[in-house]
């Protein structure tokens, strides 16, 4: 009689794992590979080079980013969210590259004049 | 009269029940139609990609790039085959903009070496200039 059920060892174990997983799994509505793409869309948003030199590339990224998030926040679609996250990044990475070339373009425009 | 009452309130039921099912048939059929459409305007935007990819040198200046963009093309047309065309729309969408990337890494290389080029080119004809300028020993000079 002394060993109610709710002072029995296991019981008060498997209960609180149980609340647990009830909160964990309550909070964790983030997506890690969402949380990656936002992160570097956000970094990308803060490059002046970027910005200045491959704003429609960096568009691209941010319209693949929102369709990310509305498919994590309608459907819960991992695999699709991970898949758009995925190609937001390589459009970050485009968006880079981008840039890259155009400075060096601008480099050359510059120098042109002094080769004459 | 109650049997004819009956079966109206039959009829009502099976209709009833008939537009229901109708119309998970049409929410299911459509969403499955659309999951399951093959994706040969992705494949197809994919080998564009990577002909133009190709055309920009990423085989020489981005070939990790480029031949990650293949192998995916490839496992996109395989999944194709196999008619799972959810899986093959992401590997194509894959193939895409990992060829794109390809692509702009190679332009941004090549265009660096093309200004890094001009800057050694104008250097080297400011440096023949300067010494062109610079009056060297007259030959009377030299033969003392």
């Known amino acids: ?116 | 009269m109650s049997t004819t009452l009956d079966t109206n309130l039959t009829r009502k039921r099976f209709r009833g029940r008939l537009i229901i099912s109708l119309i998970i048939l049409f929410v299911f059929g459509n969403s499955g139609c659309s999951a399951g459409k093959p994706p040969t305007e992705s494949l197809s935007k994919a080998e564009l990609d990577l002909r133009a990819a190709s055309e920009a040198r990423a085989d020489e200046f981005a070939p990790m790039d480029l031949q990650s963009a293949r192998e995916k093309f490839e496992a996109s047309r395989k999944a194709m085959a196999a008619k799972n065309y959810d899986q093959a729309r992401r590997l194509a969408e894959i193939a895409q903009v990992e060829a794109e990337l390809a692509a702009a890494k190679a332009e941004a290389e090549l265009t660096r070496r093309a200004a890094e080029d001009l800057r050694r080119r104008i250097d080297s004809l400011r440096g023949e200039s300067e010494r062109g300028s610079i009056p060297g020993p007259s030959p009377a000079a030299a033969k003392e």
Request: hydrophobic share 45%; charged share 35%; with cysteine.
């Open chain 1, 1 to 116: 009689m002394g060993r109610g059920i709710f002072l029995h060892g296991r019981t008060v174990r498997a209960t609180l794992s149980l609340a647990a997983f009830f909160i964990l799994g309550c909070g964790a509505v983030n997506n890690p590979a969402l949380e990656r793409a936002r992160d570097a869309y956000n970094r990308a948003r803060q490059d002046r080079e970027i910005v200045g030199r491959a704003a429609v590339a960096l568009d691209k990224a941010r319209l693949t980013l929102e369709r990310a998030e509305r498919v994590w926040t309608e459907d819960k679609d991992v695999i699709e969210v991970e898949h758009l996250a995925y190609i937001t990044e390589k459009r970050i990475e485009i968006a880079r590259a981008t840039a890259r070339r155009r400075l060096a373009a601008d480099d050359i425009q510059q120098l042109n004049p002094q080769r004459e």
